[in-house]
């Protein structure tokens, strides 16, 4: 088995000693102008075209590949700050590396400067509709006046209410939702310098049985971290028990802010 | 600095992973690089792993709001 292609975690702009010091076992530094790029070199008996995407069909195998991936990066963010590369990125030689790290080196600088001094952070959040359903009441006026109405009607006149209430309740929740979504979306972008909003994604991804209402990553300075943290304590808190609840990890890798432009 | 409720490794899906692995970072072309027909069929790896049926095509549709995505950096 040889170990004939490189394979490309990130790259960084500190000096190149450093960056050797931080990537330790197993890892190579290719510097590369200004930039040093953190590698591995990998067999094509995994990392070949044909040999990758047979793997990565195998979910054990992608599982233990993508942990890893994002854990080298993770260990060079600790020290300094890199531009992480997609899983799988794949070069047959040093020159060609080389030759693509060159041909974008303007926007590499760029993004460089955009995310120095920031981190990733991704908050989401959900909602308990069945909690919210049962204590729609408190939420929302148009309910609870609705409410009114079936207790002061008659048999016949409550049972059409009531069909009423049950399709004003899912509205409402859509509503409270968007609404709560966007307010604690709006608290955290104040504390950010740039925001990516990702899919929501369905219950059986998330394995939750709330819904989710907000997906998005924030790009953080380090000096508005405390204050962003104090935001995710406080949210959190302010909703202990209650219908509408947040999670936030990080720092991630700038994953969700890197943009690179093609040269001219 | 007050860490209480943030997660710092634990408990991160590989959801969580592959969508930041796959989708976002530095996405031009390596000598080999892993396609988007590739990635669908990585989505369907995850679908088999989780046994869900419908939200393949939530997540297909989810894609190709990607490009959007990119923009918002710079």
């Known amino acids: 088995m040889r170990n004939n292609l490189i394979y490309v975690y990130c790259l960084s702009n500190c000096d190149p000693s450093i960056a050797q010091n ?4 197993g890892l190579q530094c290719i510097v590369s102008g200004n930039f040093t790029i953190i590698t591995k070199c990998v ?25 890893e991936h994002i854990e080298i990066i993770n260990r060079i963010m600790k020290r300094t700050t890199v531009i992480p590369f997609k899983f799988g990125t794949i070069f047959e030689t040093e020159e060609s590396l080389k030759k693509f790290i060159a041909d974008y080196s303007q926007s590499l600088t760029e993004n460089f400067e955009h995310i120095a001094g920031k981190e990733e952070w991704a908050v989401k959040m959900y909602c308990d509709r069945k909690k919210l359903s ?42 409270l939702c968007k609404y709560f979504g966007q307010k604690y979306y709006d608290e955290f972008k104040k504390l950010s310098d740039s925001v990516s909003l990702n899919n929501l994604l369905p219950n059986k991804f998330t394995g939750k ?36 609840f947040i999670e936030a990890t990080g720092p991630w890798p700038p994953f969700s802010f890197i943009s690179i432009k093609e040269k001219q | 600095m007050d860490h209480n409720v943030i997660d710092q490794s634990k408990d991160i899906t590989i959801l969580e992973v592959l969508d930041r692995v796959l989708n976002k970072g530095v996405i031009l072309t390596g000598d080999i690089v892993i396609s988007v027909a590739d990635i669908d069929l990585i989505y369907l790896g995850v679908k088999l792993m989780l046994s869900s049926v419908e939200t393949m095509e939530q997540l297909k549709a989810g894609n190709s709001g990607q490009e959007q995505r990119f923009k918002i950096a710079k």
């Open chain 1, 43 to 67: 067999s094509d008996c995994e990392f070949s075209e044909e040999n990758l995407k047979r793997n990565i069909s195998d979910i054990q195998w992608l599982e233990t590949h993508a942990r």
């Open chain 1, 22 to 25: 931080i990537a330790d076992e």
């Open chain 1, 134 to 175: 049962d204590q729609i009441d408190e939420y929302s006026e148009e309910t609870a006046s609705l409410e009114k109405q079936i207790m002061a009607s008659s048999p016949g006149k409550a049972f059409l209410l009531k069909r009423k209430k049950t399709e004003l309740i899912e509205n409402e929740m859509d509503r």
């Open chain 1, 209 to 244: 049985v709330e819904t989710m209402i907000l997906n998005a990553a924030f790009l953080v300075h380090k000096k508005n971290l405390s204050d962003f943290n104090k935001t995710v304590n406080q949210l959190s808190k302010e909703n202990e028990n209650s219908r509408f």
